[in-house]
């Protein structure tokens, strides 16, 4: 069974691109769980689902500059 969750939230980041520089972008997030159904004909609790989900994306990718550790003529000194 399959939970689709469309345009659950979206990602506000910038990234470092090699031709263009720093490069604003947002992006739509949309899910789609794979599981069992629990004995009230569920894959999981939408509501549980969305505030997750939301919770890691914005700790993790929203409103983060992306820098690509391979980029060509990058220097990285960090983590």
């Known amino acids: ?3 689709f969750v469309d345009q659950l939230t ?4 910038a990234y470092m691109d090699a031709q ?3 490069v604003g972008e947002s ?12 004995a009230q004909s569920m894959v999981m609790d939408f ?7 939301k919770q890691a ?3 993790s990718l929203d409103h983060v500059v992306i820098i690509p550790k ?5 220097e990285h000194t960090g983590q």
Do not use: E, F, Y
Request: glycine share 10%; net charge negative; hydrophobic share 55%.
């Open 70 to 74: 391979a980029m060509p003529g990058l």
């Open 27 to 38: 992006w739509i997030v949309d899910v789609v769980l794979h599981g069992a159904m629990d």
């Open 10 to 13: 979206v990602i506000d980041s």
């Open 20 to 22: 263009h520089g720093l």
């Open 1 to 3: 069974m399959q939970l």
């Open 47 to 53: 509501g549980l689902v969305k505030k997750r989900l």
């Open 57 to 59: 994306i914005d700790a």
